[in-house]
């Protein structure tokens, strides 16, 4: 089968844990969404694949309709970290390359190449995602220096403070820890005051 040059984007629009009234456990709803370069008028459905390792997916759903641009996994056994990649169809079966990988471990703010400056670098906060109820620690990555850590909440949301002022200046890459999981996004840590206009001068 041939395969779409253009990918789609996925990301999590919610995670939610809920009680089933069939099952004792805890259980996660994923709700995923993403950006297509079609509206459906040449895709004809998506499908969605899923596992716990990143790049091994184990799981998939049924074709999701190509007009579509969210879908809500249910009832995913709790306590586990999830990575979801999509591919689109065509009528015919050509498929696309597998999309961006997601995971329910993530930093959610700030993205990548973000920027700590005078503003904000004795309160900067990081939020996130991950498994209910755990321990979720934040390092620099360069010195593995604990910077602050917090317990997500019963909905896996986490938001963890920190102050960067032990820190040396420049790039800087914070690395966020929950279990045997991590991720890290990468930035600049600047604290030097802003420079003064130039070429000053007087119009008319």
Same mark, same amino acid.
């Given at each position: 089968m ?7 984007k996925?990301?999590?629009i919610?995670? $939610?844990? #809920?009680l ?12 995923l ?9 040449y895709?004809d ?5 899923w596992?716990?390792?990143?790049g ?5 759903t ?9 879908? /809500?996994?249910t ?8 990575f979801?990649?999509?591919k ?15 995971s329910?471990?993530n930093?959610q703010? *700030? ?8 503003s904000?670098y /004795?309160?900067?906060t $990081? ?5 209910a109820?755990?321990l979720?620690?934040t ?5 593995? /220096? $604990?910077?602050?850590?917090?317990? #997500? ?5 986490? #938001?963890i403070?920190?102050n960067?002022? *032990?820190l040396?200046?420049?790039? $800087?890459v914070?690395?966020?820890r929950? #279990?045997?999981m991590?991720?890290e996004i990468?930035g600049i840590?600047d604290?030097d005051? *802003?420079?003064? *206009?130039?070429?000053?001068?007087? /119009?008319?």
């Amino acid at each position: 089968m041939r395969s779409f040059k253009k990918k789609i984007k996925i990301f999590i629009i919610n995670l $939610l844990v #809920s009680l089933f009234i069939s099952t004792p456990a805890l259980a996660l709803d994923v709700t995923l969404g993403w950006s297509t370069w079609d509206e459906g008028l040449y895709i004809d459905h998506f499908v969605i694949y899923w596992g716990n390792r990143s790049g091994v997916y184990t799981n998939n759903t049924p074709p999701v309709m190509g007009n579509q641009t969210s879908h /809500t996994i249910t009832g995913l056994p709790n306590g586990e970290v999830y990575f979801f990649v999509m591919k689109s169809f065509d009528a015919k079966g050509n498929e696309s390359e597998f999309s961006n990988e997601i995971s329910t471990f993530n930093i959610q703010i *700030p993205g990548d190449n973000f920027k700590a400056n005078l503003s904000n670098y /004795t309160s900067f906060t $990081l939020t996130g995602t991950g498994v209910a109820s755990t321990l979720i620690e934040t390092f620099d990555k360069n010195s593995m /220096t $604990l910077l602050g850590s917090t317990t #997500s909440d019963a909905s896996g949301n986490w #938001s963890i403070t920190v102050n960067l002022s *032990p820190l040396t200046e420049g790039p $800087l890459v914070l690395l966020a820890r929950q #279990s045997a999981m991590e991720i890290e996004i990468s930035g600049i840590y600047d604290i030097d005051p *802003p420079s003064a *206009p130039e070429l000053l001068s007087i /119009t008319k």
